[in-house]
């Protein structure tokens, strides 16, 4: 039997709480270290983007909705016997199937997506964005190509010298976002860093937060929107994530920051 799971984005998720809108950024295909843009293989004319302040809307959203005017989805691209598809959830099998809703599109290459993973005759890639506009036949025009959603963790140990750095998988910036949903808000000041372990950064597209002594931040908002995490849940999550990236004496530093041996 097959499950379903879906991309969550952290950042959204810390924004339920705190009830504001969000600008998405658009990055370049491949993460946050490529700025080159990946454009529209359809031929047509690009026209704006209707995205909600929210980000991209989902499949099933995109089939409920009346207008024709572009706008950003995002899902599971899916190629399979020369049809491609933008699905709204993950079967996980091998090769992946397509989760239903879906719809099909038109207009896209899909050797122009980087990072796709082909097994047999399926060809596919999470969290993929396109900008679609409604065509015949109950299928959907790719207009653009827009960015992947990437979570990048940023280790602090250091002063004047890189921090570890890596990226979770969708599985792992799917239970993050998990785990952030069940975190209340605090007005509990965020508390200050220093030498040593002075937290884990939260890097996506969406935005930046970070986890440190209990507390979960986003900093730049104004004033700062803070959730309570007593239990360090998400600080010790993300030193799990850390084991294959970071040095044994780095592990060991913020282990005992935690109070652990």
């Known amino acids: 039997m097959t499950t379903a799971r879906e991309y969550r984005s952290p950042y959204r998720e810390i924004m339920k709480h705190a009830n504001v809108s969000l600008f998405v950024a658009v990055l370049a295909l491949g993460g946050a270290g490529g700025l080159a843009a990946c454009g529209s293989s359809s031929g047509n004319d690009a026209a704006p983007s209707t995205s909600t302040a929210e980000g991209p809307i989902t499949v ?16 599971l691209l899916h190629t399979t016997d020369s049809v491609t598809r933008l699905c709204d959830k993950v079967l996980e099998s091998y090769p992946v199937q397509c989760g239903e ?4 599109l038109v207009g896209l290459d899909p050797s122009s997506i980087q990072g796709t993973t082909t097994a047999g005759d399926v060809t596919w890639k999470e969290g993929v964005i396109l900008d679609l506009r409604r065509a015949a036949d109950g299928r959907f025009d790719v207009v653009d190509v827009e960015a992947d959603l990437t979570i990048d963790v940023v280790l602090g140990l250091y002063s004047g010298v890189p921090d570890p750095t890596w990226t979770l998988t969708a599985e792992q910036a799917n239970e993050l976002s998990a785990t ?25 597209s969406d935005g930046t937060l970070v986890a440190f002594d209990g507390k979960v931040a986003d900093r730049d908002a104004s004033p700062p929107y803070v959730l309570d995490d007593p239990d360090r849940s998400i600080e010790r999550f993300l030193l799990d994530t850390a084991q294959p990236h970071v040095e044994a004496v780095e592990f060991s530093e913020v282990q005992q920051a935690f109070g652990q041996t």
């Not at 809703?101 to 099909?104: A, L, M």
């Open 101 to 104: 809703p879906s719809v099909e």
């Open 180 to 204: 952030l949903a069940t975190l209340t808000s605090t007005t509990s000041p965020t508390p200050p860093g220093g030498l040593g372990y002075h937290g884990f950064t939260i890097v996506s």
């Open 60 to 75: 099933e959203q995109l089939i409920a909705r009346s207008a024709d005017t572009p706008i950003a989805v995002t899902g």
